[in-house]
């Protein structure tokens, strides 16, 4: 059975953007409660101004808190101040954020398009130098809240100096969750064929409902490398528009169901769904949850 790898962002793009602010404490049970589902990679927490997130502080103290568990756990950050922090917190993977555009990277990094690739740049070479594991996200690669569609040409060429950068893996995003399957399709294969798709990942909003047919096009498309956010919690701050990354719940069934193996379970995806929508006061329920609730019930999944 083919794998496809999955990385939950809730702990970071989902508590980004939620009312409650959840304390360390709390952050680690959710992220604990991915772990015993068997997502191993996960986004812990982001290395940014606190006053620009309010919700990612305190990263440190989660970092600190999983020094005993196992898993890919990396971190956002978004300027060289962030990196550092990161590693003098034992940091041993971090994504990066750059966007396509000079409007959304002023207003989520203060930097234009210039600036941000530049600190990318130095970021990137001083990972590889660290032994750091350094991915790099691509936000608003398809359509940028500011600046309308974003030419594939230029995402592209932006991809590309990323990974001559030292890059280990791009994350192609949909940050407000405009793209339709046709485009991701036709982004995706592009990239695939001119960098390699296992250097590729794709990540999907759902705010028009199609987070999964995009999923499935970038399948199509050969990649097999996604982020998802347990209980589809998610958005950007600084994206308006932006709404809840497509949910682990969604993304696991369709791929089990496609006959692709995750290592993640269901049933204890619900568990860990219920948790973070608990702890968020979140109402919204994924599409695929009541099915999996009455297959767990019926004792039908492990
Ligand atoms: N971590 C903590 N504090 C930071 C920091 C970081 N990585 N980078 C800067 N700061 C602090 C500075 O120390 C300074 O603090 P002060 O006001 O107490 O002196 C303040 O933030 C402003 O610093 P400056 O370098 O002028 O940054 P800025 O105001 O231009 O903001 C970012 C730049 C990158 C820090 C900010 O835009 C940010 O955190 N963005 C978050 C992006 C994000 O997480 N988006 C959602 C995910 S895509
Ligand atoms: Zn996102």
């Known amino acids: 059975m083919e794998t496809v790898w999955i990385r939950d962002v809730g702990p970071r793009d989902g508590l980004q953007n939620q009312r409650q602010i959840l304390s360390s404490d709390q952050r680690l049970q959710l992220i604990r409660s991915l772990l015993k589902a068997g997502v191993s990679a996960i986004e ?15 990263s440190d103290t989660v970092l600190a808190g999983l020094a005993g568990d196992v898993g890919e756990f990396s971190v956002l950050i978004a300027n060289v101040k962030g990196y550092e922090l990161a590693l003098a917190a034992g940091a041993t993977r971090v994504a990066i954020v750059v966007a396509s555009t000079d409007t959304m990277n002023r207003k989520n990094i203060g930097m234009d398009t210039t600036q941000a690739f530049a600190f ?24 940028c809240p500011f600046e309308g569609p974003v030419p594939t040409s230029s995402v592209q060429r932006q991809a590309d100096a990323l990974l001559n950068s030292g890059a280990q893996e791009i994350v192609i995003a949909d940050t407000i969750g405009a793209a339709a399957p ?16 296992e250097r590729l990942a794709c990540h999907f909003h759902d705010t028009r409902g199609m987070g999964i047919a995009n999923a499935y096009a970038a399948l199509e498309s050969g990649i097999r490398r996604f982020d998802a956010s347990i209980a589809g919690l998610g958005g950007c701050p600084f994206a308006p528009g932006a709404s809840g990354n497509i949910a682990s719940e969604d993304l696991v069934l369709m791929l089990n169901q496609q006959g692709y193996d995750t290592g993640i379970s269901l049933a204890g995806l619900a568990e860990a769904s219920a948790l973070a929508r608990q702890l968020c006061d979140h109402p919204a329920v994924p599409k695929s949850l009541r099915w999996i609730q009455q297959q767990r019930d019926k004792g039908a999944l492990s």
């Open 120 to 143: 990318a740049d130095t970021v990137l070479r001083r990972a590889l130098a660290d032994g750091v594991h350094a991915s790099c996200y691509i936000a608003t690669a398809w359509e």
């Open 44 to 58: 812990v927490g982001a290395f940014v101004s606190p006053k620009a997130v309010p919700a990612m502080a305190g």
């Open 182 to 197: 046709a485009q991701v399709a036709s982004l995706m294969r592009g990239l695939g064929q001119q960098l390699g798709s």
